[in-house]
């Protein structure tokens, strides 16, 4: 018989292994992965993408680490759009721009900053959406977001968080192209690839903590 438990199973991944200690044994082998707080701790915001391509594969693995950020119990599952392609996006990116300043606000003074570019010349894009009508979802979409950007720094890729595009994303005639579904609303988006360069490492204060 063969035995059960944690060890046995050749290779280590026995028919009594659960399902999620399984996948996550999985990912201790992945080449080139770091430990947690490596990755916590030498993450940078990428702003300086090489132009190739990434694997879809890859980035439905970034997405399926993003998908396991806490969520409240009553929330349904993210929705991901996922856009490819460094001239499409970059022109994406523009029509963004456009847009801020057409909707101008103060916040949106990068918009007359000839050398901003919204999505950074990133080879991909990511869109997290939830459900328009749960007011956590904004929260759960930034957890996914923190998930996705250590994920992909584990993973050998850079990315950015930006909040430029947001208006334009939310406006009716992007979501429509996007296919960004009624029910759910953008919450945060990203740019993803492989980094050309990056940026030095910064120094935080401390956090002030009160002991209670
Ligand atoms: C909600 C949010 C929106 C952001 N929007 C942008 C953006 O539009 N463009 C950009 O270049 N960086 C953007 N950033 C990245 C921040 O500038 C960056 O995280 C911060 O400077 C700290 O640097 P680090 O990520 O390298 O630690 C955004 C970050 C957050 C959290």
Not at 72 to 83: A, M, R, Y
Not at 115 to 121: C, E, H, I, S
Request: charged share 20%.
């Amino acid at each position: 018989m063969r035995p059960q438990g944690l060890s046995g199973a050749p290779g280590g991944a026995g028919a009594s292994v659960p399902g999620a200690l399984r996948r996550h044994r999985r990912l201790g082998s992945v080449e080139g992965s770091m430990d947690t707080l490596t990755a916590i701790h030498t993450r940078r915001s990428i702003r300086d993408y090489e132009k190739r391509a990434v694997a879809r594969e890859m980035i439905a693995d970034i997405l399926w680490d993003a998908a396991q950020a806490p969520t409240t119990p009553v929330s349904g599952p993210f929705l991901f759009h996922v856009i490819e392609g460094v001239a499409r996006i970059a022109d994406l990116g523009a029509r963004a721009k456009q847009y801020a300043r057409e909707h101008r606000s103060d916040a949106h003074a990068w918009a007359d900053r000839s050398d901003f570019k919204v999505f950074l010349d990133a080879p991909v894009v990511i869109v997290i959406s939830g459900h328009a009508d749960n007011s956590e979802s904004i929260q759960d979409c930034n957890r996914a977001g923190q998930n996705l950007m250590l994920s992909a720094h584990a993973r050998g890729l850079g990315s950015c968080w930006v909040g430029a595009p947001m208006p334009w994303l939310r406006s009716p005639q992007t979501r429509s192209e996007l296919g960004i579904a009624e029910a759910f609303e953008p919450f945060a988006a990203f740019t993803l690839g492989y980094a050309a360069s990056v940026p030095p490492s910064h120094s935080r204060e401390r956090p002030q903590i009160v002991w209670v």
